[in-house]
T-cell receptor, first 116, second 115 residues
Framework: EPEVTQTPSHQVTQMGQEVILRCVPI?????FYWYRQILGQKVEFLVS????????KSEIFDDQFSVERPDGSNFTLKIRSTKLEDSAMYFC??????????????FGNGTRLTVT | GDSVTQMEGPVTLSEEAFLTINCTYT??????LFWYVQYPGEGLQLLLK?????DKGSNKGFEATYRKETTSFHLEKGSVQVSDSAVYFC??????????????FGTGTLLAVQP
C-alpha cells in the first residue's frame, strides 16, 4: 500500500537556525497537510496545500513557517528561525480529495524536531 | 471553536479485557468523527469513522457510535490483544466553506495491554 514518507525521522537544530522537513506524499494525492504535536499535547493542524498554494492555515502558521512543493513529488515545511517552542513531532499527510469523510488523510510517521 | 476531549491515559488492561475510551466533542455544525491509532514508531492511521448521527464505525473489532444527543464517540472493543497497544486519537472534521480536511484532534490515549 502506498505510504507517505517523511525525512528525517529526527532532527536536532539550534535555536535561530533554519530547518526544512521533507515529505513525499502518495503519488496520486492532490491535497497536502502539515500537523504537529508538542509532547503531551494535542495534534494540531498547521496548514493545508492544494494546487500549489496554501488553502488554509492555522494561527500557529506564522511568517516563520512556509511550505513548498518544489518538484511535483516532495512537500516541504520550512521553519526560518527555530524557537525552543517549535520542538514537536511534525506530521505530513495527504489525501486524494477534500472532505475527510470521503477521502481520509494518510499520515507519515513524523519527524521529531528538537530545538536546543 | 470546535474541540475534542478524550479520556486521559494511560489505560492499562489485561489481554481479553473490555476496552472503552471516552471521547466527547464540541462543534458548531455537523462534523464527521474519527478514531486514529498510532502504533509505536509509526504514523497516525485511520481506525474508523462515522459521518452522521447514529452511524457506527467499525474496524478490527473496534466500534464507535456517533451520538449527537450526548456529543460523544466512545471507542470500544470487546476483547483487547497485546497488539492493540498504541495511542488512540479521537478527531473531528468539518468542512469550512467547502475547503480542506482540517482535523481537530484530542490529546490521545495510550493503551497498554498486558499478556
Amino acid at each position: 500500500e502506498p505510504e507517505v514518507t517523511q525525512t528525517p525521522s529526527h532532527q536536532v537544530t539550534q535555536m535561530g537556525q533554519e530547518v526544512i522537513l521533507r515529505c513525499v506524499p502518495i503519488s496520486n494525492h492532490l491535497y497536502f497537510y502539515w500537523y504537529r504535536q508538542i509532547l503531551g499535547q494535542k495534534v494540531e493542524f498547521l496548514v493545508s496545500f492544494y494546487n500549489n498554494e496554501i488553502s488554509e492555515k492555522s494561527e500557529i502558521f506564522d511568517d516563520q513557517f512556509s511550505v513548498e512543493r518544489p518538484d511535483g513529488s516532495n512537500f516541504t515545511l520550512k521553519i526560518r528561525s527555530t524557537k525552543l517552542e517549535d520542538s514537536a513531532m511534525y506530521f505530513c499527510a495527504s489525501s486524494k480529495l477534500t472532505g475527510e469523510a470521503s477521502s481520509p488523510l494518510h499520515f507519515g510517521n513524523g519527524t521529531r524536531l528538537t530545538v536546543t | 471553536g470546535d474541540s475534542v476531549t478524550q479520556m486521559e491515559g494511560p489505560v492499562t488492561l489485561s489481554e481479553e479485557a473490555f476496552l472503552t475510551i471516552n471521547c466527547t466533542y464540541t462543534a458548531t455544525g455537523y462534523p464527521s468523527l474519527f478514531w486514529y491509532v498510532q502504533y509505536p514508531g509509526e504514523g497516525l492511521q485511520l481506525l474508523l469513522k462515522a459521518t452522521k448521527a447514529d452511524d457506527k464505525g467499525s474496524n478490527k473489532g473496534f466500534e464507535a457510535t456517533y451520538r449527537k444527543e450526548t456529543t460523544s464517540f466512545h471507542l470500544e472493543k470487546g476483547s483487547v490483544q497485546v497488539s492493540d497497544s498504541a495511542v488512540y486519537f479521537c478527531a473531528l472534521s468539518e468542512i469550512y466553506g467547502g475547503a480542506t480536511n482540517k482535523l481537530i484532534f484530542g490529546t490521545g490515549t495510550l493503551l497498554a495491554v498486558q499478556p
